[in-house]
């Protein structure tokens, strides 16, 4: 069974920089499309970033288009959201998700909170 572990988020001023990893463990991400959300207190999970398995197609929110930036290394089995920029409405708890069938993401991480302060 795969699993997913975030990592990297933690307590930014804005404008600053935070790079969020998601590693798999116990098989492979490079057959499946992959997906960052977010979640803030309060609110519905949300959709931020998307990637094809080969990484050659991406899709993001218009919250954070221009800002942040999804990618894969899949001889690591890792994915990665770049976030630039950052504004106190990124604070949330960030989740890395894969979509393993035709279901929609069904396969997803523990989170890791990102907290910008103003």
């Known amino acids: 069974q795969v699993q997913l572990v975030e990592s990297g988020g933690g307590l930014v001023q804005a404008g600053d920089s935070l790079r969020l990893s998601c590693a798999a463990s116990?098989?492979?991400?490079?057959?499946?499309?992959m997906g960052w959300f977010r979640q803030a207190p309060g609110k519905e999970r949300e959709f931020v970033a998307a990637i094809s398995w080969s990484g050659s197609s991406t899709s993001y929110a218009d919250s954070v288009k221009g800002r942040f930036t999804i990618s894969r290394n899949n001889a690591k089995n890792t994915l990665y959201l770049q976030m630039n920029s950052l504004k106190p409405e990124d604070t949330a708890v960030y989740y890395c998700?894969?979509?393993?069938?035709?279901?929609?993401?069904?396969?997803w991480g523990q989170g890791t909170q990102v907290t910008v302060s103003s």
């Open positions: 998700a894969a979509r393993t069938g035709l279901a929609g993401y069904d396969l």
């Open positions: 116990g098989g492979t991400l490079r057959s499946y499309h």
